[in-house]
C-alpha cells in the first residue's frame, strides 16, 4: 500500500507562487508514474502534470509554461512549482501515483492541500 502525503498548499496573491510537495511511502518514484490533480467544487478532478517513470512531463495547457513538476527519487518526493498563479488555479490539489503491472493497476491518491490565490 503506498501512502501519499501532500503539503504546501495555501493563500497567496494572483502573481505569487507556491510549492507543493508529495512524500510517498517508500521507494516508489522509479516505478510509478506521479501527478498532479485539482478540483473544484461540482468540478470533475482535473490533471494538471504529470512525471512519468522514465522522467518525461506533460502538463495541461492551462498550466504551461507557469507550473513545473519535478521529483527527488532520493527523497521519495514529488514537486510542483506553481509560478505566476491565478485566481482560476483555486482548487484542492492531489498527488497521484499510478503503475500497470500486466492487468493490475495500481493508483493511489493522497489526502489533497488546499491553495488559494486571490485576486
Known amino acids: 500500500q503506498v501512502q501519499l502525503v501532500e503539503s504546501g498548499g495555501g493563500l497567496v496573491q494572483t502573481g505569487e507562487s507556491l510549492r507543493l510537495s508529495c512524500a510517498a511511502s517508500?521507494?516508489?518514484?522509479?516505478?510509478?508514474?506521479m501527478g498532479w490533480y485539482r478540483q473544484t467544487p461540482g468540478k470533475q478532478r482535473e490533471l494538471v502534470a504529470v512525471i512519468i517513470a522514465g522522467g518525461g512531463t506533460n502538463y495541461a495547457d492551462s498550466v504551461k509554461g507557469r507550473f513545473t513538476i519535478s521529483r527527488d527519487n532520493a527523497k521519495n518526493t514529488v514537486f510542483l512549482q506553481m509560478n505566476s498563479l491565478k485566481p482560476e488555479d483555486t482548487a484542492v490539489y492531489y498527488c497521484?501515483?499510478?503503475?500497470?503491472?500486466?492487468?493490475?493497476?495500481?493508483?493511489?491518491w493522497g489526502q489533497g492541500t488546499q491553495v488559494t490565490v486571490s485576486s
Open positions: 497521484n501515483a499510478r503503475r500497470t503491472v500486466g492487468a493490475t493497476r495500481y493508483n493511489y
Open positions: 517508500g521507494n516508489i518514484l522509479s516505478m510509478y508514474g
